[in-house]
C-alpha cells in the first residue's frame, strides 16, 4: 500500500508565502512522478506541478514563475514552495503519486487527503 499525506497549508495574506509537504510511504513500492494539484468546489483538479525521480519538473503555465517544487528521493518527500500568493491560489491542494509494487509493470496513482491553502485579500 502506498500512502500519501500532505501538509503545510493555511490561512495566508496575498504577497505571503506557504511550504507544502508531502510524504510518500510506499513500502515495496517503486515511487515515479509525484505532482500536487489544486481544486476549488465546482471545478475541476487542475496541475500545479510535478517531479519526476530524476528531478525533471513540469508547472502549470498558470503557476508563473512564484511555486517551486523540490524532491527527497531518500525521503520520499516534495515540497511546494509558494510564494507571491494570490487569492486565485486558494484552494485544497493533493499530492499525488505514481508508483509500481516492484517486481510489476503496472503503474497506479495515490492521491492524499489534500491540504487547504486560503489567501486572503
Known amino acids: 500500500q502506498v500512502q500519501v499525506v500532505e501538509s503545510g497549508g493555511g490561512l495566508v495574506q496575498a504577497g505571503g508565502s506557504l511550504r507544502l509537504s508531502c510524504v510518500v510511504s510506499?513500502?515495496?513500492?517503486?515511487?515515479?512522478?509525484i505532482g500536487w494539484y489544486r481544486q476549488t468546489p465546482g471545478s475541476q483538479r487542475d496541475l500545479v506541478a510535478t517531479?519526476?525521480?530524476?528531478?525533471?519538473?513540469n508547472y502549470a503555465a498558470a503557476n508563473g514563475v512564484r511555486f517551486t517544487i523540490a524532491r527527497d528521493n531518500a525521503a520520499n518527500t516534495v515540497s511546494l514552495q509558494m510564494n507571491r500568493l494570490e487569492p486565485e491560489d486558494t484552494a485544497v491542494y493533493y499530492c499525488?503519486?505514481?508508483?509500481?509494487?516492484?517486481?510489476?509493470?503496472?503503474?497506479?496513482?495515490?492521491w492524499g487527503q489534500g491540504t487547504q491553502v486560503t489567501v486572503s485579500s
Open positions: 499525488k503519486a505514481r508508483a509500481a509494487r516492484y517486481g510489476r509493470t503496472y503503474l497506479d496513482d495515490f
Open positions: 517531479i519526476s525521480r530524476d528531478g525533471t519538473t
Open positions: 510506499a513500502s515495496g513500492f517503486k515511487l515515479y512522478d
